[in-house]
């Protein structure tokens, strides 16, 4: 008999640590699919902001917001991914383009970065809009932080010149943060490329087809 009740309280326990589990699991669930979606609006609103910060409204008359197009850029994405660039004309004529693009090998990881080039090839400016960098080191790259970010603004592929489109500990001209290098190398080899890539392709980059979809990519890819 007192094994017949061991056994039963051992089921009800097991019965026990299973719903607890079931529960628990679906509490994490719950967390991280809202945390997702606090994550996605807070990237979209930052996007939004830095938009309308790098091209003021005022300089064109389109709608930026649906004025875009998906390209394959091997040079800037190594995964495959499409970069999104956004059109900014006034009266159909163009006058700059916000580039979404990423640096891989910022010191936390991956930094997602707005780059704006207008027409003759100057950066109207640069903004990160999500990164996962050090607090109170690698995060001078937020421009509430620091103004670091601003000293790309006018810069292009002639100004400073290829061999000085690096940070100042590689012979550059851009500073660094003070113990951190990796972040600032990252972004302004991205910046770089975004601006060589523009300069390659500034007539596809605001032409007319298409948008390239994801389907599109994975059959050109075989």
């Known amino acids: 008999m007192a094994k017949v009740t061991i056994q039963r309280s051992m089921m009800i326990s097991g019965f026990a640590l299973a719903i607890f589990a079931v529960v ?44 875009y197009i998906d390209v394959l850029a091997p040079e800037l994405e190594r995964k495959g991914k499409l970069i999104r660039v956004y059109r900014a004309r006034r009266h159909d004529k163009p006058i700059a383009v916000i580039m979404q693009v990423s640096a891989p090998d910022g010191y936390g990881g991956p930094i997602k970065m707005l780059v704006a080039v207008r027409y003759d090839g100057k950066l109207a400016g640069v903004r990160v809009i999500a990164h996962r960098e050090t607090p ?38 851009f500073d660094q943060f003070t113990g951190a290098t990796i972040t600032p ?11 060589k890539y523009f300069e390659a392709n500034k007539g596809l980059l605001f032409s007319e087809v298409e948008p390239l979809m994801e389907k599109e990519v994975i059959e050109n890819n075989g």
């Open 24 to 67: 628990a699991t679906l509490i994490v669930a719950s967390i991280f699919e809202g945390t997702k979606v606090t994550i996605a609006e807070n990237e979209r609103l930052q996007l939004l902001k830095g938009l309308n910060e790098l091209v003021p409204a005022r300089v064109y008359d389109n709608d930026i917001f649906s004025d």
């Open 185 to 195: 190398r990252a972004i302004v080899n991205t910046v770089h490329m975004t601006l």
């Open 136 to 173: 109170g080191l690698g995060d001078a790259i937020e421009l509430n932080r620091s103004d670091w970010l601003l000293m790309f603004t006018g810069k292009s592929l002639d100004n400073p010149g290829e061999p000085r489109w690096r940070v100042a500990k590689d012979g550059g001209v």
